[in-house]
């Protein structure tokens, strides 16, 4: 346990705050379902795929295409901060399987404004979703 020096309280170690095994979209199966029917959001930098799960969590999946960011250093940063905006945001992603893909407009942002780029994008999805479920739900009434 690492202490704080000036109030002696407990930090949360770095490995308790990342997403776990269960938080990943980890098979080409569950990439397809969420390509072939998610509700998608695009903005300069990313394109959002999401798709309602069965489960209570969220799932992420990352598409980091080496043609946007050429740099192995680049990618990996993208990557982190796509993760720590997914991780401050599981509340209102809660049931969803989500991709996020890469766009061309990548390389001319800076990391910095991923966040707000996402968190807009994040929000986008969440409503996409819900609208089209009371579409259904409205025509599942009527029939």
Known sequence: MVTDAQDGSVAVPADRQRLGRTARLASAQHFKRVFAAGVRSHGSAFTVLAIPNRLARPRLGLAVARKHLRRAVDRNRAKRRIRESFRKNL?????????????????????????????????????????????????????
Do not use: F, H, N
């Open 91 to 143: 509340r209102l992603l809660c049931g969803l399987d989500v991709v996020v893909m890469t766009r061309p407009g990548i390389s001319r942002c800076r990391p910095e404004v991923y966040e707000a780029m996402l968190s807009t994008q994040w929000k986008d999805v969440v409503r996409r979703i819900s609208t089209t479920k009371t579409a259904r739900e409205r025509e599942e009434r009527s029939v």
